[in-house]
């Protein structure tokens, strides 16, 4: 029982370049969520979902996109980088909404 | 607006005392509060969840109040070791939203 996964543990990003970062959850949960973390600001929603084929726009969805296309598996997609995108990412899960939720253990992104 | 504090400035205190923690909130109204622990380089994992219809939770060593009144949540962590050394996030939420909101957490030092 792996939990949350995240990859890519850590990537480097030009500006402009697209990527491509995936959560994985073997736990069996509806609602999945896109969070960034950075100094002083705490971690703020990107996006969610509620289950497989749902996606919601959460407090910073501007240059990100998401996709559920299985239950298990929330991707975050980020289509043409910009240095203000340089965070640390984590996804996390839970069902039911608004109790625990389960996180990855974070994708750290540099965008230069 | 909807706002949750955390004190941003980090608690030093010796090991074997009692730390405190608090959490404060304007213009929510919570269904509940959660809180969080995050070590460095790590995703949050879930410590508490308290209720709005519950004053007191106890779990080993943590207790969490909540006061709907205060709009205030206090994290108490007894007989506290360097171990307990870590970021907590508190986190609410609201009865009509799928989503939590976090606060940005407190960094607690616990010194021998």
């Known amino acids: 029982n792996a939990g949350v996964t995240q990859t890519p543990k850590f990537r480097v990003l030009k500006t402009g370049q697209s990527m491509t970062l995936l959560c994985a959850q073997d736990m069996n949960h509806e609602y999945m969520y896109w969070y960034r973390q950075d100094p002083g600001m705490g971690l703020r929603l990107i996006h969610y979902s509620v289950g497989e084929g749902t996606t919601a726009k959460g407090e910073v969805p501007d240059g990100y996109n998401v996709s559920r296309l299985k239950k298990q598996n929330f991707l975050l997609g980020l289509e043409s980088a910009a240095p203000s995108q340089t965070s640390v990412y984590f996804c996390?899960?839970?069902?039911?909404?608004?109790?625990?939720?389960?996180f990855g253990p974070g994708t750290r992104l540099l965008v230069l | 607006s909807q706002k949750i504090e955390q004190n941003s400035e980090a608690l030093n205190i010796q090991e074997g005392k009692t730390a405190t923690l608090t959490c404060n909130y304007t213009?929510?109204?919570?269904?509940?509060l959660q809180w969080y622990r995050q070590d460095p380089g790590r995703g949050p994992v879930f410590l508490l969840l308290i209720r709005e219809n519950e004053k007191e939770k106890r779990k080993e060593r943590l207790k969490v109040t909540f006061d709907t009144t205060l709009k205030q949540s206090l994290f108490h962590i007894t007989a506290s070791q360097p171990a307990d050394s870590a970021t907590y996030l508190c986190?609410?939420?609201?009865?009509?939203?799928?989503?939590?909101?976090f606060g940005t957490g407190t960094r607690l030092q616990v010194f021998p």
């Open positions: 986190a609410l939420a609201s009865h009509n939203t799928d989503k939590l909101i």
């Open positions: 996390a899960s839970s069902y039911p909404p608004r109790e625990t939720q389960y």
């Open positions: 213009n929510y109204s919570p269904a509940y």
